[in-house]
């Protein structure tokens, strides 16, 4: 049975993919990059400055500003919320796997596209792109439409896949500057090197296109310039540029192949195809067999430079997941439907394989901190899912790895749809303070942070939303005066800071609230203290 039987089966593997990446409502913002985002866009609508980011404790997180601006505009539309702070995201990660299936159909086939763009929907970072809205969904979709004009130009030549190419490169720059520059330099230099029709790349003109392209950034950096006599330009350079050749951001760093290590891991459903991927990529390469060429050439052009630098962050090579996804997806046509493959040795080493995952996916609670309340859902889940795919393996005569790559998609759906959702309480201290602060202290209260540990964004983020005064302050006296003074005030302290103030509370006088991830390293303890001005009557 074929995996493409009709349009209502391509839409219907389409509205799952969607309908996953939609139930967003309600999930707390992650610390810090989602959350400093979603400020940002916050603040572009508040003081109408959208051409440099800005939000407390989010520093180290501006960039180039086109993802804010999506955040902003889906809030003027929408209003300030989870689920439309990431909105754009959705839109950005479902265009992908649709520019993907119908950019590529006509020369991969429509069957090995789709199998593609469930193997890409299903893996675990692509799809988390539009649960944790940082910039790299946005990206993804530019890149990936750069990459597939590189090859509707080289292999079937239409003017507007130059202005598409063009176009997209542009936006991708405003989005997140380098990586685009990188990404199709390295792909440019490989059609150069190793593709017999190289010359076609000068249909790009891009002594031309390159100018125009970079006229979207350079104007806003012009006017950031103006505005700040180019302060943040200069930080931008040494944050992004300097410090990343020097070395690594946040202490996140590995050898040479940690990114390689990285995509296996995320295609972890798919890892036992990694040989025949393998195989059948140096096949490609020596052959020179266009199209599938071509894509080994944008998966090495996403991935292999990253190897040579310090900074080892999995998004870095996120546009190579795209073509990892086609490739897997052509391996798996080419098993099932080679005659002389042992068809019961795939099914038991595939039993032996969804066995081993299935297992790994019920004790996980076990033997994570903070998962407890998944440990009966993880059992029924892992021996479910194993149930399901034994049937669809076994159920046939042939081998059925399209139904395979189906079922876990589905398995992302319930993952994404009813257990993520259960495991919010890992990081939502910030939001479950600010809600509790709304039911107990007046609305004209002034709230004074005074703990920074972690420097979460979010919490100023969340407790925007119910107080007009928000503020940081690290001077004990001033924290003092306020907390004696008759106007509304809350304190947000540390304990030490608590300590050092010696107000002499009881322990009715204060809250104190424990956050899991807010310094990604250690618990965080929030003391908070009202005033008797502040208290509600």
């Not at 790009?204 to 979207?216: E, M, R, T, V």
């Not at 103006?226 to 590995?254: C, E, H, N, P």
């Amino acid at each position: 049975m074929r995996i493409l039987q009709s349009r209502q089966l391509v839409w219907l593997v389409f509205i799952i993919i969607l309908f996953m990446l939609l139930v967003n409502n309600g999930l707390t913002l992650w610390d810090q990059d989602e959350a400093a985002y979603a400020g940002f866009g916050k603040r572009m609508l508040e003081t109408g400055d959208w051409l440099i980011p800005n939000y407390p404790w989010s520093d180290v997180h501006r960039k180039t500003p086109f993802h804010f601006w999506n955040i902003a505009t889906m809030f003027s539309f929408f209003g300030v919320s989870e689920f439309t702070m990431r909105l754009s995201s959705v839109a950005y990660i479902w265009g992908t796997c649709l520019i993907l299936f119908f950019g590529l159909r006509k020369y991969l086939g429509a069957e090995t596209m789709l199998l593609a763009v469930v193997v890409l929907a299903s893996s675990f970072l692509v799809p988390s792109l539009a649960k944790i809205a940082v910039t790299d969904a946005t990206l993804l979709f530019f890149s990936t439409l750069c990459a597939l004009s590189i090859i509707k130009v080289l292999q079937d030549f239409k003017w507007y896949w130059v202005g598409i190419f063009w176009l997209s490169f542009a936006f991708a720059l405003l989005t997140k500057g380098p990586p685009i520059i990188i990404f199709t330099g390295c792909m440019a230099i490989g059609v150069l090197i190793f593709y017999p029709k190289r010359w076609n790349l000068l249909k790009f003109h891009p002594w031309i296109g390159l100018p125009l392209a970079c006229l979207p950034l350079y104007f806003w950096g012009k006017a950031t310039v103006a505005v700040d006599d180019g302060v943040f330009i200069s930080w931008m350079y040494d944050w992004y540029v300097l410090k990343r050749i020097s070395g690594s951001v946040f202490g996140q760093t590995g050898p040479p192949g940690t990114h390689l290590l990285g995509i296996f891991g995320f295609f972890l459903p798919y890892l036992i195809f990694i040989p025949a991927l393998i195989k059948d990529s140096i096949q490609s390469f020596k052959s020179k067999n266009e199209t599938h060429f071509l894509v080994v050439l944008w998966f090495i052009a996403g991935w292999l430079i990253y190897e040579f630098s310090a900074s080892k962050l999995p998004a870095y090579v996120i546009v190579a997941h795209v073509p990892f996804a086609i490739l897997i997806a052509r391996s798996m046509l080419n098993i099932a439907q080679r005659k002389t493959i042992n068809v019961f040795q795939w099914k038991v080493v595939l039993t032996i394989f969804i066995s081993l995952i299935s297992a790994g996916i019920s004790v996980a609670p076990f033997l994570l901190d903070g998962l407890e309340s998944l440990e009966q859902t993880a059992v029924w889940l892992g021996f479910g899912f194993e149930f399901v795919c034994i049937v669809l393996i076994w159920g046939s005569e042939a081998l059925q790895l399209k139904n395979y790559a189906l079922a876990w998609l589905l398995f992302q759906c319930v993952c994404w749809t009813i257990i993520y959702p259960k495991v919010d309480n890992l990081h939502n201290t910030t939001r479950l303070i600010a809600e509790d602060l709304h039911d107990q202290a007046n609305s004209n209260s002034t709230i004074v942070i005074a703990n920074s540990s972690g420097r979460p964004p979010s919490l100023f983020y969340y407790l925007e939303q119910y107080f007009g005064q928000v503020r940081e302050e690290k001077q004990a006296d001033k924290l003092l005066d306020a907390y004696q003074s008759d106007t509304p005030t809350v304190l947000i302290l540390s304990e030490k800071l608590t300590d050092k103030l010696d107000l002499n509370l009881v322990e009715s006088d204060s809250i104190t609230y424990s956050a899991k991830l807010a310094d990604r390293k250690d618990p965080v303890k929030y003391v908070i203290l009202l005033n008797k001005a502040a208290q509600k009557d």
